[in-house]
């Protein structure tokens, strides 16, 4: 917009020159002309106005004021007389871009300046418009998002945030963030003042378990991460937070998201929220130099309840065991459900190892009260395992795993009790591990034999039934007997599948003799608790009873005393169904339980096996020989069969036949033998009998 043609002419081609043919230039001599222009062809296309104030229509300070006042985005250069130089800085004050003076005019400079004013207008406009889409997008998203300054003052929230703390992004602006909202950390209780100091001063994205205190939302839990925000020059100039309302949980996203880290039948955190925060918590105590400790927290005989009580009731018993977990622990700790009847809690912060023992003590007592469940008053204890950082283990899968082992030595104890992990568990479980492991295939392999032992009538000398006496023949460590497998096989639960085996082999075997004329022998199984509480237990002897033909009579199971301590009510029924089968019913390692004889009439045994405990005291304890009379007398009495156990030596077998025990069976009688040794033992003494007779 320049009145003198001369120099509208010098400057627009110093303008065509200096841009390679970037701009195109419009010139026109009037104000009006270029209002038109200006409006003509939408503002938008004119990226900048070269403008003399002085036209032949208008003059000074109102040609910028008319000029600018039209398309106050377009920036304006102004090209004046050097005695309106004062004009000039005026119109610069009120918006203009630069002045340059006629006379002192330099094209290229000219040029330069207009290409830069361009520019930068562009890409104000186009950051302008980067900021607003930005701004859309954050305020759309379903996190809330919080910059601070270095100062730690916050510069933005986006709609979310706003709700989520009750604080305008106006109101806000420019406060200390910790006033607008405070942070509590999850595992700790204590205030995050430091989330995004944090950031700026690692450099790095910081990952936290907070829980917010903000003006709507009392203590909702919530996660987030703090990310430094860095300049051009990669300095640090503030930090955003972004956070998501894990309890109000309101988009899909976040729910998914709950889902995903937590157990729906307790609503505790499940495994993979652990994971996350015992990370946390070990790079916690890791950076205050504190300690921490992980238990692993097993619900013992879990599987009885369920099984005989259904899954229900069950799921209710894990709801509770939940609820009183909870009870025992500070809001920062965490107590999570593993899965089954397995809870982990991380007690984040302990001064010393002895801590954890007294959660421990605590968690049981709790867990011990009985649970009122419907009608049910049920009754439960727990066997608990403590792994402590950094002594045993510094890393989250380390802890777990020793916490682990240390709850299975627990259970070895006798359950109900805790035990801190010690190094030398780490080999016992490696043992533990590889057994298990294979006992699995031990039965498809063939690798599971039975070893028979003779029952001998003592008067005569006659076998009478055999008992038999698993043993896994391991590939690689040769005969294992049942101390150092059947405990593992019950504690994995692979013993039911053994227990059918050994049934169903016993059977077979005890129909074997009979078809070559040995006998009639009456075999008997072991039976574990774990199998005797398998709901289907019953019903697999009826059947491998029909499939083998053996007679039921033919069969006797024996149980140790402690099945039926443990919960006799439940005992007695399966008893009865079992006697209801037809098969016998012996009662294992009698004298070493705490049950009396009075006790015992409850149940339907038919016999009696005392304790070798007993046996091997015989002659030389007089007291023992007085019991064992006692024990046989009052057998007998209840119409039980009595057998003596261990009888290893002559002595013993006299004092037994003294004693009127009409049965025994041990080494000094026979070791247990092969099925083959069995058999030729047996023909051996039929012979011996033949000779004797003849
Ligand atoms: P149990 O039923 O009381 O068996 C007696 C154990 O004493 C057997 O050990 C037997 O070999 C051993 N024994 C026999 N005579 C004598 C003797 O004169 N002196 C001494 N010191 N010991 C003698 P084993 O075979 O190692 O079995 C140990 C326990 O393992 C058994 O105790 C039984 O409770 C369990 N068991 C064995 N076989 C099975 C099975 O098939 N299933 C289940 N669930 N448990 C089994
Ligand atoms: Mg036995
Ligand atoms: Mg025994």
Known sequence: MIADAADAKAVRDALVRSSDGLFHVDWVRSRADGLLRLDGRGTSNVAAVLADLDLPDSSGLDTFAQLHGAAPQIPILILTDPQHEAVARVALRQGAHDYFLKGHRDDYLLAKALRTIIERHEFAAMLYEEQDRARAALDAIGDAVISTDLDNRVTYLNAVAEKMTGWKRSEASGHKVEEVFQVVDSMTGEQVREAMELAMRDQATTALNPQLNGATHEAAPFEDSAVPIHNRQGEVTGAVMVFRDMGNSRTLSNRMLYLAQHDPLTDLPNRVLLHDRLNHAISLAHRRRKQMAVLFLDVDRFKHINDSLGHVLGDRLLQSVAQRLLSCVRRSDTVCRQGGDEFVILLSEITQAQDAAVSAEKMLQALAAPHQIDSHELRVTGSIGIGVYPDDGTDTDTLLKHADFAMYHAKDQGRNNYQFFEPDLNVRALERQVLESGLRHAIDSHELVLYYQPKVALESGAIVGAEAFLRWRHPERGLILPVQFVPIAEVCGSIVPIGRWVLREACRQAMAWQAIGIGPLRVAINVSPPEL???????????????????????????????????????????????????????????????????????????????????????????????????????????????????????????????????????????PLTAAEFTRLCRRKESQAAVSMV
């Open 533 to 671: 509480r398998d709901r289907d237990f019953v019903h697999w002897v009826r059947m491998i009873l029909n499939e083998t033909g053996l007679d039921p009579s033919d069969l006797e199971i024996e149980l140790r005393e402690a099945v039926l301590m443990q919960d006799a009510q439940f005992a007695l029924e399966v008893l009865n169904s079992l006697k209801a089968v037809g098969v016998q019913l012996a009662l294992d390692d009698f004298g070493t339980g705490y049950s009396s004889l009075s006790h015992l009439k409850r149940f339907p045994i038919d016999i009696l096996k005392i304790d070798q405990t007993f046996v091997s005291e015989l002659h030389t304890d007089s007291s023992t020989n007085s019991i064992v009379n006692a024990v046989i007398g009052m057998g007998k009495n209840l119409g039980m069969q009595v057998v003596a156990e261990g009888v290893e030596s002559r002595e013993q077998l006299t004092c037994l036949q003294e004693l009127a025990c009409p049965q025994g069976q041990g080494f000094y009688l026979s070791e």
